[in-house]
């Protein structure tokens, strides 16, 4: 009885292990079908139920890391449309994700770190005012400048002394004419000149005349100048001297003091090396030339992650058959009765075959046959700084005994032998130094060296010294970012045939074999690498390192050229409002290349076009009457046309974006101003412009609904895709646009409105961030369209971030069975605002199929 009880419980084991298995079966065939259908989320939930409860099933872990490894780099490829695209909140979930599934993905890693730092970067400059970076940024162009020159105008004049005029009289001329006082240096003498210029300002016209006459001035206060001989001297005497200190964040202060000295002929030049910063002492203008120098060159070195694949293959075949002798020699001996004992004449008659003795040789039969097969994979990832030298050992190190003889300590003529040992790197010995180029390719100076123990030789004191064979390689390689090199042909063949035998009955053809002894030992070793390098950092170069500075001339260095002016910043003393104005330009340029929900909200008053150039302050004449005349008016023939309220001059659009619209109903009076951050609408194209218009009779209708049109970052809100056709339907082929920085797509299930049960197909694609295309279609050649009402297919949105986001289709269309298009489709869309309240559930991750629910991994 108690037979039959143990196995009834066995039988029941047998069942529970079964059915484990079966279960963890079912599991693995479910995720090699997601994994088939690109659904590497969704097969990663899969194999890990598989590998949970059949723990011990290497098939299952292995499917499992080549899964999660798919699915790492399907994140990380979408992070990079994401960060492209400028949405840096999901690009980060993306990494995120990506460097869960796989840790060993360094350039996922290197990427979120980056977008990390630049995110917490951007968080500093706005919380953390005051770092260095910042304060570099903001002294940037900066330096003690002189008063600046106020002229009581600056509309262009024309200048006209044919004749020989005192150069001084024509000084007294423009300050009259522009409100400034000339001071004339004590040892200026005067001069005659001539000279004729037409449409000048008074920089202009103060610049050319004191180039004509070999003259500098120096401005003393805002309605002052002092005109001097341009001499080495008195350019010591009036030119002021600044000091400022350049902290190097990349650059070495060697090179850059050497660079410096060189260029800019820096003479009192200081250096602090624990600061890694740089002193100098000059006039404003070399130190502002400096200052452009060390910004082009303080750049952070290259970096590259260079994968190695490496694969050595030994093969080894030994073969020994045959007969073989210990010794190859009969020796014969006599034998006296003892050692030593001598053999006399007298002692021959007496010695019989008892006294001999023969050595025959063993009888040895070899049939010994080995063949060996060995392989070595290594697959390492270098970071390399540009410049620098990577090294790479896959060996081990041998120890070489090295005997030397110290004869000084000896006592009484004993030499006493001293061995060390000196270890010797034996293996593959990898070298990489690379150089990153601008156009992103890559060189690489590779030196690859294969050595390994050949043989051993006998050396003295009964020592064995190994002989290392080596094998090396020197080679420049460029290659370009991602692109693999292939390196074979490490090939080396060792064969050794011998044979031993008796002499006469070894070469008997075929007999022979059974005298001899053969022995064959063939080695070979095979070496392959490949090397794919990736940059993952650049110097940072900007349009500004692109251009040229304008240093002057041999014997004067100024920052703009060969201006007379002692001061000669960009900004000069008669640039006060043109900086403004171009400041204000750059400004409105750079919000114009804004993303539309990044612009301000604010409303702005255009400027006034500036006036026309070239007014006449005074007519040509001599100087008595050069500055009598009066200012002319402006010409209204040569005004500007007005421009078109809310485009710029070069039709661009302006910074005055429309007010939004009050929203009505429910959705209306739910929001509320200042809940977050409200991005702008998209536009929609003009080929749907029909989508929120009602068309009267239209054959079909498709709508977006939804239960709410408010949640929270973080929650799921599931629309519907309905449509109502009065003519038949077979496809929809379909194109819903929304804020990628609001929204982001986690879900879509088909619907039944063109039939069931495999009668039709939904296909959707959210690869490219903001769009999701949406394709239905009926299957079979014989089935036609269909007419009525119904679900198209549930769309599934997480919110991102506040904001708002109208849904829109960017592409409605249907189509028959002979996929002719219907016209005067309606298409109605659907308005979300995500409000900044209670935080909700962690950003999406792939979702769980065995629940309804988003889940992480």
Same mark, same amino acid.
């Given at each position: ?595 539309? +929900? %990044?612009? @301000?909200? *604010? /409303?702005?008053?255009? $400027?006034?076009?500036? =006036?026309?150039?070239?007014?006449? &302050? ?27 309220? +809310? %485009?710029? @001059?070069? *039709? /661009?659009?302006?910074? $005055?974006?429309?007010? =939004?619209?009050?929203?009505?109903? &429910? ?191």
């Amino acid at each position: 009885m108690s037979f039959y009880r143990y196995g009834r419980m066995l039988a029941v084991a047998l069942l529970v292990v079964g059915l484990g298995g079966c279960s963890s079966y079912q599991s693995y065939r479910k995720a090699e079908i997601a994994a088939s259908q690109g659904n590497w989320d969704q097969a990663v939930l899969y194999y890990m139920e598989a590998v949970e409860r059949e723990p011990e099933n290497l098939a299952y872990k292995a499917a499992l890391l080549r899964t999660k490894i798919k699915a790492s780099q399907e994140h990380f490829e979408k992070g990079k449309r994401y960060r492209e695209a400028g949405i840096d909140e999901r690009a980060t979930v993306e990494f995120q994700q990506a460097v869960q599934l796989d840790p060993t993905n360094q350039y996922a890693q290197a990427e979120l770190v980056n977008l990390q730092e630049e995110i917490r970067a951007a968080e500093l400059e706005r919380e953390k005012p005051g770092t260095i970076e910042e304060l570099k940024n903001k002294t940037r162009g900066v330096r003690p400048q002189p008063p600046l020159l106020e002229p009581r105008s600056n509309e262009p004049i024309d200048l006209d002394f044919p004749e020989p005029t005192s150069v001084k009289d024509i000084y007294r001329a423009l300050g009259k004419a522009f409100g400034i006082n000339v001071l004339f240096d004590p040892n200026l003498k005067d001069q005659e000149i001539s000279i004729v210029l037409k449409n000048v300002t008074a920089q202009s016209a103060l610049e050319v005349v004191m180039r004509a006459a070999g003259h500098f001035y120096k401005v003393q206060d805002e309605s002052t100048i002092i005109v001097v001989a341009d001499t080495p001297q008195n350019r010591r005497n009036y030119e002021d001297l600044v000091i400022q200190t350049f902290f190097l964040s990349n650059a070495d202060i060697k090179q850059v003091q050497t660079m410096l000295r060189s260029l800019v002929d820096a003479k009192k030049i200081a250096t602090n090396e624990q600061l890694n910063a740089i002193i100098l002492r000059d006039t404003a203008d070399k130190v502002k030339v400096a200052e452009k120098i060390i910004e082009a060159n303080d750049k952070a070195k290259a970096e590259v992650v260079v994968d190695v694949e490496l694969l050595q293959v030994n093969s080894s075949k030994m073969r020994n058959l045959g007969l073989s002798l210990d010794s190859y020699a009969v020796t014969q001996s006599l034998d006296l009765g003892g050692e030593n004992v001598p053999l006399r004449l007298s002692d021959l008659d007496d010695l019989n075959a008892n006294n001999w003795s023969l050595t025959i040789p063993n009888f040895i039969y070899n049939f010994m046959k080995t063949d060996t097969d060995a392989q070595l994979l290594a697959r390492p990832q270098l970071r390399i700084t540009e410049g620098e030298k990577a090294r790479l050992l896959i060996g081990e190190r041998v120890p070489i005994p090295t005997t030397t003889f110290n004869t000084s300590n000896t006592v009484g003529g004993n030499i006493v032998p001293l061995t060390t040992f000196q270890y010797t790197d034996v293996g593959i010995r990898i070298e990489i130094e690379p150089r990153v180029h601008h156009n992103k390719e890559i060189t690489l100076k590779v030196t690859v060296e294969v050595s390994n123990i050949s043989s051993f030789v006998e050396a003295a004191g009964g020592q064995r010294q190994p002989v290392i064979g080596t094998r090396t390689i020197e080679s420049t390689i460029r290659l370009k970012d991602g692109e693999t090199n292939f390196l074979a042909g490490l090939i080396r063949t060792d064969d050794l045939d011998s044979q031993a035998g008796i002499p006469g009955l070894s070469d008997i053809p075929v007999l022979g074999r059974l005298f001899s002894n053969n022995n064959s030992d063939n080695n070979r070793t095979d070496v392959i690498l490949t090397m794919t390098p990736h940059i993952i950092r650049t110097p940072n170069l900007t349009e500004e390192d692109l251009l040229p500075i304008w240093v002057g001339t041999e014997a004067k260095i100024t920052f703009r050229g060969g201006s007379p002016r002692v001061e000669s910043d960009t900004e000069g003393p008669f640039d006060g409002d043109n900086d403004r104005e171009r400041v204000q330009e750059l400004l409105r340029r750079r919000l114009q290349q804004l993303p539309r +929900g %990044l612009r @301000e909200t *604010g /409303t702005e008053e255009q $400027e006034e076009p500036p =006036p026309p150039s070239g007014i006449d &302050l005074a007519p040509s004449g001599g100087p008595g009457s050069f500055f009598d005349g009066d200012q002319a008016d402006d010409d209204d023939d040569q005004q500007e046309p007005p421009v078109e309220d +809310g %485009l710029f @001059e070069d *039709g /661009t659009a302006s910074l $005055e974006p429309l007010a =939004p619209a009050p929203l009505g109903g &429910l959705f209306g009076d739910a929001y509320k101003p200042g809940a977050g951050p409200v991005a702008a609408p998209v536009a929609e194209p003009a080929t749907v412009a029909a989508s929120h218009a009602a068309v009267s009779g239209a054959p079909v209708r498709l709508a977006l609904a939804g239960d709410r049109h408010l949640v929270v970052p973080g929650e799921t809100l599931t629309l519907r895709l309905t449509a109502d056709a009065a003519a038949d339907v077979a496809h929809l082929p379909l194109e819903l646009e929304f804020d990628p920085a609001v929204l982001a797509v986690q879900q879509v299930r088909a619907g039944d409105f063109l039939g069931t049960g495999g009668a039709s197909t939904v296909l959707s694609d959210d690869t490219r961030p903001g769009l999701l295309s949406l394709g239905a279609s009926r299957l079979g050649q014989d089935r036609g369209g269909v007419r009525g009402r119904g679900l198209v297919a549930e769309i599934t949105f997480v919110a991102v971030a506040p904001g708002r986001s109208t849904i829109t289709f960017k592409k409605a269309q249907a189509l028959d069975a002979v996929l002719e298009e219907i016209s005067g489709v309606e298409a109605e869309g659907f308005d979300v605002v995500v409000e900044d309240g209670a935080v909700g559930p962690e950003a999406p991750r792939p979702r769980d199929p065995r629940t309804q629910d988003a889940g992480g991994l």
